[in-house]
């Protein structure tokens, strides 16, 4: 085990906490804040805010760190459409409907090619020799932000989308809102609409639970069963943390290859993530949104959570992997994804497994 890291456990009850890291980093956790089950637009959220928080509120609300939170153009836009009582016929609100959903996808398109423009810039800036690799993706050069890393790989993830994504539009238009629930792996993250974005985590939230049910069936011991091996472990994260397609598991196996095109990559942007978040101010620096999706990418469910519980989760997260030594880490991760979040161990100085994912 590594030497402890001085950050205190939350109460149980995950109202507040503070979380102290070994360079004196003070992370405070105010009163409690919601978090809307549906996906809701920058925005929407902060028109909401400013109609029904008092002036006095809104100048103590902590600022948002711009180390932390990569721009808001990596994220989709607002989607504005037409409500079925503003037209006069169901011909016009149709139509009215298909231009909504048309602008949001140009939009998302437009926000990709500048958010590669951007990462562009920065990677100018970074000396050679520092420069990140699709060939070393677990390594955070120097002069990355938190902010940076996200950026260079919702990059990665959307461009690698943009052609068949932009095929698509072209050939059936308006009508591609129709057609993106059911092929979530083609879309460009910039581009998926609120209730792709909703029945995405919907689906992921359910496939997690069943996928720790069934672990815990064949394997009521835990993850220091002898009987869990590297394989399996895999397999269950790929499951929980919704990488692998729904139809591997109706079709009862994993093909070879899914955990070195999908997990390994998920390891080690989490492992460069965990880092930067730490160094750049933790959890609460974070904006909601992006609080949200750290959360999921860590297989902690986020549907009817408040944001005071969200930050204590992934505060948790931090102080119970955080290592130097980076196979310490990758055994702590490997733990507490095989561990659902409300049975995480309470104190840092658990057992972890021999093996790593």
């Known amino acids: 085990m590594s030497a402890q890291i001085p950050w205190r456990r939350c109460a149980p009850s995950r109202a507040s906490c503070v979380l102290v890291h070994h360079s004196t980093l003070k992370l405070h956790l105010h009163g409690p804040c919601?978090?809307?089950?549906?996906?809701?637009?920058?925005?929407?959220?902060?028109?909401?805010?400013?109609?029904?928080?008092?002036?006095?509120?809104?100048?103590t609300r902590?600022?948002?760190?711009?180390?932390?939170?990569?721009?808001?153009?990596?994220?989709?836009?607002?989607?504005?459409?037409?409500?079925?009582?503003t037209s006069d016929s169901t011909f016009q609100y149709l139509f009215q409907l298909g231009k909504g959903y048309l602008r949001f996808y140009k939009d998302g398109l437009k926000a990709v090619l500048a958010n590669r423009r951007l990462l562009k810039e920065k990677l100018e800036k970074t000396p050679a020799d520092d420069r990140p690799s699709i060939w070393k993706p677990h390594y955070v050069p120097k002069t990355f932000s938190r902010a940076d890393w996200v950026l260079l790989w919702r990059v990665r993830h959307d461009m690698l989308r943009l052609p068949l994504f932009g095929l698509m539009l072209l050939v059936i238009g308006e009508f591609t809102a129709l057609a993106v629930v059911y092929v979530d792996g083609v879309v460009p993250f910039t581009c998926r609409i609120p209730k792709q974005q909703y029945s995405g985590l919907v689906k992921a939230e359910q496939r997690r639970r069943t996928a720790f049910d069934e672990l815990e069936t064949q394997f009521p011991h835990g993850v220091l069963s002898p009987r869990i091996t590297p394989a399996v472990a895999r397999k269950h994260v790929l499951r929980s943390l919704h990488l692998s397609g729904t139809m591997w598991d109706r079709l009862g196996f994993t093909p070879p290859g899914m955990w070195q095109i999908k997990g390994r990559l998920r390891m080690a942007f989490l492992e460069g993530d965990d880092k930067n978040l730490i160094e750049d101010g933790g959890p609460m620096g974070l904006e909601t949104e992006e609080l949200r999706i750290a959360c999921a990418e860590r297989g902690i469910d986020v549907m009817g959570k408040s944001e005071t519980d969200l930050r204590s989760w992934l505060g948790d997260w931090l102080r119970l992997t955080a290592a130097?030594?980076?196979?310490?880490?990758?055994?702590?991760?490997?733990?507490?994804?095989?561990?659902?979040?409300?049975?995480?161990?309470?104190q840092r100085d658990f057992a972890v497994p021999d093996w790593e994912l």
């Open 62 to 85: 902590v600022t948002k760190s711009p180390l932390l939170n990569p721009p808001a153009s990596t994220r989709p836009p607002f989607l504005d459409v037409p409500q079925r009582s």
């Open 34 to 59: 919601s978090i809307s089950l549906f996906p809701i637009s920058p925005q929407q959220r902060q028109a909401h805010s400013s109609r029904n928080t008092p002036s006095s509120h809104r100048e």
């Open 324 to 346: 130097e030594d980076i196979s310490e880490r990758r055994r702590r991760m490997a733990t507490l994804l095989l561990t659902r979040p409300e049975h995480w161990p309470q």
